[in-house]
């Protein structure tokens, strides 16, 4: 029992030290609701920093991914020395997520020239679009379906991926109307992802599951974080529990699954908030697998550890006032 209880302290202690450091550049209309997706998952050090067009470069190195939002205020642009920076922040180790209309104003070409769709795209109006996963086994379709709808209510653009062996470039999803509208790629030591589909900050809708998941997929892989796929059973849990993981030794992916029972309220079944964190034998937090509220039920998650060492390493679940540890072993 001591034990468990100096090693809960280590791991409150290191809790936040390893979470990647994120930029939101903002576009007057998307970033609020990026934000907010990102900052539910408690998983990223999240800053606003301001309109893009006003950004000078300032702190960029702290920086591991940088979301440049380009949308309602497209006419504006951005001075070739800032994005000099961005780019060369990039080559360093740093990802780079754009979206929409970047690509269509030839004032960003220095940014353009990283990116891993061509830039030369048009566009055509409607309501929606239909994402097929080209990629089944990239981290990005983690979790997603291999088929579903983006609702939109503006335009989607028809880019294609870039063919520069450099940018070793992947579509994840091709659009119904975007011929890539997930494209994921590199730039020297850090990785690019632009997402082609344009408007989708004007729907009610847009953030359903499916794009949340996908919001979240991408920046986890461009901050070069495991993938994560949470899968629901539809199971009556009697009571709370956390499970060994199996495989135990694992290399390098292994499943964890957990039980939140029926928590009753004058209201109805009510979720629960879970957190479910992995830290080294240390006690420093490697990755957060789940931070959101979740329904009662059986939960299974699949984590992928391919980028880590061997080694022991210990998983956490907070649910409600339940809280257990387990250990579990990499070994490469």
Do not use: C
């Not at 180790?93 to 269509?104: K, P, S």
């Not at 060994?244 to 029972?261: D, L």
């Not at 984590?303 to 956490?316: F, G, I, T």
């Amino acid at each position: 029992m001591k034990i468990r209880i100096i090693l809960f302290i280590i791991l409150s202690a290191a809790a936040l030290f390893s979470q990647p450091n994120v930029l939101i550049l903002e576009d007057g209309g998307t970033e609020d609701s990026v934000y907010a997706i990102l900052n539910r998952t408690g998983t990223f050090n999240l800053t606003l920093g301001g309109p893009y067009y006003l950004y000078t470069g300032q702190n960029i190195n702290q920086y591991n991914v940088i979301i440049f939002l380009n949308g309602i205020d497209w006419s504006f642009t951005m001075a070739d020395s800032v994005q000099q920076k961005i780019v060369t922040r990039i080559s360093q180790g740093a990802g780079l997520f754009t979206i929409e209309w970047v690509t269509w104003n030839s004032t960003f070409q220095i940014v353009e020239n990283i990116l891993p769709v061509t830039t030369d795209a048009t566009y055509i109006e409607n309501t929606t679009e239909t994402l097929t996963k080209i990629a089944t086994t990239h981290n990005i379709g983690i979790g997603l379906p291999n088929s579903f709808q983006l609702p939109g209510l503006h335009s989607f653009t028809l880019e294609t991926r870039d063919t520069n062996p450099n940018k070793q470039a992947v579509t994840v999803f091709q659009g119904s109307w975007s011929n890539s509208a997930v494209t994921a790629g590199v730039w020297g030591n850090g990785r690019t992802v632009h997402w082609s589909s344009a408007g989708h900050y004007s729907s009610n809708n847009i953030w359903d599951n499916n794009t949340r998941t996908m919001l979240v997929n991408i920046i986890r892989f461009l901050a070069g974080m495991a993938p994560v796929a949470i899968n629901y059973h539809n199971a009556t849990a009697g009571s709370y529990s956390l499970s060994q993981n199996y495989p135990n030794p694992f290399n390098p992916s292994t499943t964890i699954e957990f039980n939140i029972p029926n928590q009753s309220s004058p209201s109805g079944v009510s979720d629960v908030a879970v957190k479910l964190i992995v830290y080294d034998n240390l006690g420093r937090e490697i990755t957060t697998l789940v931070n959101e509220p979740l329904k009662p039920g059986a939960y299974k998650i699949e984590w992928n550890a391919e980028n880590l060492s061997s080694a022991v390493y210990y998983y956490r679940i907070n649910a409600g006032k339940f809280t257990d540890v387990k250990k579990m072993v990499l070994m490469k």
